[in-house]
């Protein structure tokens, strides 16, 4: 089997930066459009940023300018940069890949696959 792998989350002030880094784990034999979500209490999960294989990007407006998403194809990873945080970036935030192809004892290929999830705290 595979899984996503986040790393990275902890407490930061606000105005200050955190790196999120997302590993797929197991034989890998390419992975679709990659993306980061967030889920704050109350709240609805919602978008943070998606890449593509090739390199296309996409954000949510609430962190367009501040965020950025980057993925290394070599390492099976993505990496979500954030600066300048903000209070309101408070939330746990869940790696997720649209498709994955691997090998185990056979060719195999899941959809939608998530991570644990990793606890981003902003605050003084």
């Known amino acids: 089997q595979v899984q996503l792998v986040e790393t990275g989350g902890g407490l930061v002030q606000p105005g200050g930066s955190l790196r999120l880094s997302c590993a797929a784990s197991g034989r890998i034999f390419s992975i679709g459009v990659m993306g980061w979500y967030r889920q704050a209490p109350g709240k609805q999960r919602e978008l943070v940023a998606t890449?593509?294989?090739?390199?296309?990007?996409n954000y949510g407006d609430s962190v367009k300018g501040r965020f950025t998403i980057s993925r290394d194809n070599t390492k099976n990873t993505v990496y979500l940069q954030m600066n300048s945080l903000k209070p309101e970036d408070t939330a746990v935030y869940y790696c997720?890949?649209?498709?994955?192809?691997?090998?185990?004892?056979?060719?195999?290929?899941?959809?939608?696959?998530w991570g644990q999830g990793t606890q981003v705290t902003v605050s003084s």
């Open positions: 890449i593509t294989s090739s390199g296309g990007t």
């Open positions: 997720n890949a649209d498709r994955l192809e691997f090998f185990s004892v056979t060719f195999r290929r899941q959809y939608d696959v």
